[in-house]
């Protein structure tokens, strides 16, 4: 079993800056996939920002030029670098990695979930 922990969530004022960070724990063999997802209150799970094994990456519209993914390959680390945070970006930030495990077998893992809260 793969177990993501988050961390890095809080509050912060409108154009500030908030770096999360998603540990991966068990027997890993490979990772396709790296994914940040996010709910606001309401609303669906939005796909926020994905990097493949091969490291190219895409954003929501809405994030673009303002959040960087980017992962730590000998920690199994992923992070979301967030700049220019606006109240919108307000929500709960989920981790989620595809992979395979050191048994071969896939796995789908998410994270808890970390609180980010943007205020004017």
């Known amino acids: 079993q793969v177990r993501l922990v988050e961390s890095g969530g809080g509050l912060v004022q409108a154009g500030g800056s908030l770096r999360l960070s998603c540990a991966a724990s068990?027997?890993?063999?490979?990772?396709?996939?790296m994914n940040w997802y996010r709910q606001a209150p309401g609303k669906q799970r939005e796909l926020v920002a994905t990097?493949?094994?091969?490291?190219?990456?895409n954003y929501v519209d809405s994030v673009k030029g303002r959040f960087t993914i980017s992962r730590d390959n000998a920690e199994n680390t992923v992070n979301l670098q967030m700049n220019s945070l606006k109240p919108e970006d307000t929500a709960v930030y989920f981790c989620?990695?595809?992979?395979?495990?050191?048994?071969?077998?896939?796995?789908?893992?998410w994270g808890q979930g970390t609180q980010v809260t943007v205020s004017l």
């Open positions: 989620n990695i595809i992979g395979t495990t050191g048994w071969r077998s896939n796995f789908n893992s």
């Open positions: 990097m493949s094994s091969g490291g190219s990456t």
């Open positions: 068990g027997s890993i063999s490979s990772i396709r996939t």
